[in-house]
Antibody, heavy 121, light 110 residues
């Protein structure tokens, strides 16, 4: 069974750093990209970026370029999303999702349970 | 502002058929397959339709998807109270080289 398990909820102060994780299991982790999606309170889904675990190559949405860093440790089948200096506007639920490709189609087919990040002074 | 455009809300009574539309452009829906997600309150999005019209195992056949040109739609027949959720369309965008989501449609079962 494919599973993506994310780290738990975090409460941080503005200016603090944070790294959240997403551990994949039940499939070949290096062979599927991992994407990150933000959902601000009461709002829709926003794609943040994606990483190829095999090569650690990343692609960011222009809206998030320079704001976050996506990384991976394929030896432990885990992807990361990190901030160097959080702002209150980073308060949101963050989801990781497996990016599956086959026969010309692309799908974010399996999602983590989400990690709630709250930034407040 | 989302590049994929969905109506913000839709509604229907139990047993009715409801359709949710999603429109995009040539670099996303026009040249790539479309996925639909259901997000129940307080839960992660769940894949409902992939590759325009394919249902993952376990998804009832009351849910169906279609695509024509740069538009796509999700149809739900035999509406049930448990279908009350937010629905999102999504497609890969070749110019962005990334994912685009619709703004989401909140479905209310009256």
């Amino acid at each position: 069974e494919v599973q993506l398990v994310q780290s738990g909820a975090e409460v941080k102060k503005p200016g603090e750093s944070l790294k959240i994780s997403c551990k994949g299991s039940g499939y070949s982790f290096p062979n599927n990209w991992i994407g990150w999606v933000r959902q601000m309170p009461g709002k829709g889904l926003e794609w943040m970026g994606i990483i190829n675990p095999n090569e650690s190559v990343t692609r960011y949405s222009p809206s998030f370029q320079g704001q976050v860093t996506i990384s991976v440790d394929k030896s432990i089948s885990t992807a990361y999303l990190q901030w160097s200096s959080l702002e209150a506007s980073d308060t949101a639920m963050y989801y990781c999702a497996r990016h599956a490709r086959s026969s010309g189609s692309r799908t974010l087919d399996h999602w983590g349970q989400g990690a709630l990040v709250t930034v407040s002074s | 502002q989302s590049v994929l455009t969905q109506p913000p809300s839709a509604s229907g009574t139990p047993g009715q058929r409801v359709t949710i539309s999603c429109s995009g452009g040539s670099s996303n829906i026009g040249s790539n397959t479309v996925n639909w997600y259901q997000q129940l309150p307080g839960t992660a999005p769940k894949l409902l339709i992939h590759t325009n019209d394919q249902r993952p195992s376990g998804v009832p056949d009351r849910f169906s998807g279609s695509k024509s040109g740069t538009s796509t739609s999700l149809a739900i027949s035999g509406l049930q109270s448990e279908d009350e959720a937010d629905y999102y369309c999504a497609a890969w965008d070749d110019r962005l080289y990334g994912w685009l989501f619709g703004g989401g449609t909140k479905l209310t079962v009256l």
